[in-house]
């Protein structure tokens, strides 16, 4: 056996690595079923070889050359269907199946052309740059920013320019006049092994590129509550830092914000704990609605939340800061609660601005005490330390009768 076939069975033994790896993550992680497509590329990256070693060895040279190519140009445009799966985007199939029906179109017109002519090998690599560009366009609609995505990005746009290198190593190297002569050739050895390192680098990289996303949605899963979707205490006490550290880098003004929605146990005891699920739920999006991408919301436990608000320009002299307007809004948007076909609601809480030296613990304590004074004084009010400034009231659902209470917020 020349050194060619030995490149073929490596390249091989490889891709039938990755198709076991990509099948054990598909199988493992139920949010990374994008790997079963990965999983089919390489497979189909298997089977081309395998065409390569049977042209040889058997006398259906032109079926098995015919598949290989087939099997290779797909397992190309289903990487890219695959990464756009693994992105989270809608599937858009429709680019790589015309560019693997365009591809055999042509290398069905080049059966009986001539070999080792640099047209020739040009419109025979075609297609495979194409799809190498359509995988790197792929790439780089993923979210997921970082050096391995861009060290992935890197060696397709290295396996495009490799493909359309190609030609020119033909030509200069010598690919033979017939696909018998091909097999032996030195081109045909460089091409293998070249080909093959350079698609084991873009496995590897999309291999570490998966791990990380299921490493980020099992830490996400962990610090997220499972209902609402919100940051939990874990959350917090990991994103909850790095807030207070960047306002004390910056100069910046941080507040905490605890609310408790009122007399949530007479939603559970009066509609169900269904009814007091939604409304929990309906709260948070609220909280998702008026917070900002710089905002952390968290549900501390039960029917109790939280934001950390970063406030660049708020003075700290004064309640007219950016809690204060998001508290405004959050009661505005409660108001319309009914019209969810959900009860009537009202909200407690207490906002307070990071004092210097303050830790994060004791920040959301100081924000608690605040929400629990709320509630001593009667319910539906939010409290802003140092200043209280009292703002039109609402009405509690439970009670009608109950005169309106006056609400501070900042």
């Not at 990380?212 to 006490?237: F, V, Y």
């Not at 939340?305 to 800061?321: C, H, K, T, Y």
Request: hydrophobic fraction near 50%; charged fraction near 20%.
């Amino acid at each position: 056996m020349n050194a060619a076939v030995y490149a073929l069975i490596a390249n091989s033994c490889m891709a039938a690595l990755f198709v076991v790896t990509y099948g054990v993550v598909a199988i493992t992680y139920s949010r990374q079923r994008a790997a079963v497509w990965f999983m089919v590329s390489y497979l189909l990256g298997f089977l081309t070889p395998i065409c390569e070693l049977l042209f040889r060895f058997t006398d259906y040279r032109l079926l098995f050359a015919v598949l290989g190519y087939a099997a290779f140009l797909g397992a190309i445009t289903v990487m890219s269907v695959g990464i756009q799966a693994f992105a989270g985007h809608r599937l858009c199939r429709r680019p790589a199946a015309l560019l693997w029906a365009g591809g055999m179109t042509l290398r069905m017109s080049l059966l009986g052309g001539t070999r080792n002519s640099l047209p020739y090998e040009m419109l025979f690599q075609l297609p495979f740059a194409l799809g190498s560009i359509l995988v790197l366009l792929s790439i780089r609609r993923i979210a997921q920013k970082g050096p391995i995505r861009t060290l992935l990005m890197v060696v397709f746009g290295i396996i495009g320019a490799h493909f359309l290198a190609k030609p020119f190593m033909a030509a200069s190297l010598g690919a033979g006049h017939s696909a018998q002569y091909y097999a032996t050739s030195y081109y045909a050895v460089v091409s293998q092994v070249s080909t093959g390192v350079l698609l084991v680098a873009a496995g590897l990289f999309l291999m570490l590129l998966v791990i990380q996303k299921a490493l980020d949605d099992t830490i996400r899963d962990a610090e997220s509550d499972p209902l609402t979707g919100l940051a939990n205490r874990r959350g917090l006490a990991r994103a909850g830092p790095a807030l207070l550290a960047e306002a004390k880098r910056d100069g910046h003004g941080l507040y905490a914000m605890v609310l408790d929605l009122d007399h949530f146990k007479r939603v559970n005891d009066m509609f169900g704990h269904a009814m007091g699920d939604r409304v929990l739920v309906a709260f948070a999006d609220l909280l998702r609605t008026v917070a900002a991408r710089d905002v952390l919301a968290v549900r501390l436990g039960g029917e109790e939340f939280a934001l950390l608000v970063p406030d660049a320009f708020g003075p700290a002299e004064r309640s007219d800061n950016r809690a204060s307007h998001l508290a405004g809004d959050i009661r505005a948007l409660l108001r319309r609660f009914d019209r969810q076909g959900l009860p009537p609601l009202t909200v407690s809480g207490g906002i307070v601005r990071h004092a210097p030296g303050e830790t994060l613990d004791d920040l959301i304590a100081r924000a608690d005490q605040l929400a629990y004074r709320a509630k001593r004084a009667g319910r539906d009010h939010i409290l802003h330390e140092p200043m209280p400034v009292a703002v039109e009231p609402s009405h509690d659902w439970h009670d009608e009768s109950e005169p309106g209470r006056r609400v501070a917020t900042g």
